[in-house]
């Protein structure tokens, strides 16, 4: 009840402080790679239910001769790149937090297709509510591989508490104003998540 109490404030009062800056990063968007300003996507909640995440937009829509859409890296723009090196892309997640699809801190929410490659031990991080930031995002961020994420947030869900989420918080916050923990390859995501090569733990 405390955790969900803090981020219905926390979002409330995200929503209210950051929606000037919110504003302006929309209209850029619009002016710089068009409609939508949001991009919209399916992702699994807590129990693996899925939910529609929302997140502002960052790369551009083209596609190769054949339809289909050209690499993350081709499609990504400088500003897009920005965004997502500032985590300003992640604010529009301050309403799914509201609305309780989220929490403030918890295990990043990933791919639909990701959960039928989870072992039994990585399901696990959906036993809490996936989060805008979490242990994982301060302990590496793209910087560490898909194992290492996937235990760190497993740990987050054996110890979480009010006190860890406020220290994750601040540290997200350090965080962002450095820049630390950017993947070396210019704010593109990590590469897709196909299957644990560790088999399965208990």
Do not use: C
Request: cysteine-free; charged content about 25%; proline content about 7%.
């Amino acid at each position: 009840m405390l955790k969900r109490g803090f981020d219905v404030f926390a979002s409330l009062f995200g929503l209210l402080i950051l929606s000037p800056l919110m504003m302006v990063v929309a209209v850029i968007i619009r002016v710089r790679l068009g409609s939508p300003v949001l991009f919209r996507q399916a992702r699994p909640g807590l129990n693996g239910k899925p939910f529609e995440m929302i997140k502002f937009r960052t790369m551009r829509d083209t596609y190769d001769e054949n339809g289909n859409p050209l690499p993350d890296s081709e499609r990504i723009t400088p500003f897009g790149r920005f965004l997502r090196s500032t985590s300003l892309d992640e604010l529009p997640e301050l309403w799914n937090v509201l609305k309780g699809d989220m929490s403030v801190v918890g295990p990043r929410p990933l791919r639909m297709e990701y959960l039928p490659l989870y072992n039994a031990h990585q399901t696990r991080r959906h036993e809490v509510r996936p989060g805008v930031t979490g242990w994982a995002q301060v302990n590496g961020r793209n910087s560490i591989s898909w194992e290492e994420k996937f235990d760190l947030d497993i740990w987050y869900v054996d110890n979480h508490t009010f006190f860890l989420d406020i220290k994750i918080i601040l540290a997200t916050i350090r965080k962002v104003l450095s820049r630390e923990g950017i993947s070396s390859s210019k704010e593109v995501p990590m590469p897709k998540f196909e299957g644990s090569h560790r088999g399965s733990r208990k």
